[in-house]
Nanobody, 123 residues
Framework: QVQLRESGGGSVQAGESLTLSCAAS????????VGWLRQAPGKGREGVAS??????VYTRSVEGRFTISQDKIKNVIYLQMSDLKAEDTAVYFC??????????????????YGQGTQVTVSP
């Protein structure tokens, strides 16, 4: 059974950077997809970035500012966020499923979700 645990959230000023981590355990295969999703107050869940064997994908609003990466030895997936904006404020979740990632808009197609970590960006 795969388990995910996010860390690294916090409160920052606009323009600052933050790196989120997602520690994964229980994988039975080395070929998997991991996505970072977020949910702002009063809004639905949004796919931010994902990575699988074909590489990373980003939603347009974070391209050039966010970088998703993974350490397969440690089973940790990172989301490096720079030039943060107030509109990036949300609870950030990591999620995973075997093999390839769904489109970023298909946030319900993951098999396992983490509990989330809050990111607050002050203007």
């Amino acid at each position: 059974q795969v388990q995910l645990r996010e860390s690294g959230g916090g409160s920052v000023q606009a323009g600052e950077s933050l790196t989120l981590s997602c520690a994964a355990s229980g994988y039975s295969d080395s070929n998997y997809c991991v996505g970072w999703l977020r949910q702002a107050p009063g809004k639905g869940r949004e796919g931010v970035a994902s990575i699988d064997a074909e590489g990373p994908v980003y939603t347009r609003s974070v391209e050039g500012r966010f970088t998703i990466s993974q350490d397969k030895i440690k089973n940790v997936i990172y989301l490096q966020m720079s030039d943060l904006k107030a509109e990036d404020t949300a609870v950030y979740f990591c999620a995973t499923r075997p093999f390839y990632c769904p489109a970023l808009t298909r946030t319900s197609l993951y098999r396992t979700y983490g509990q989330g970590t809050q990111v607050t960006v002050s203007p």
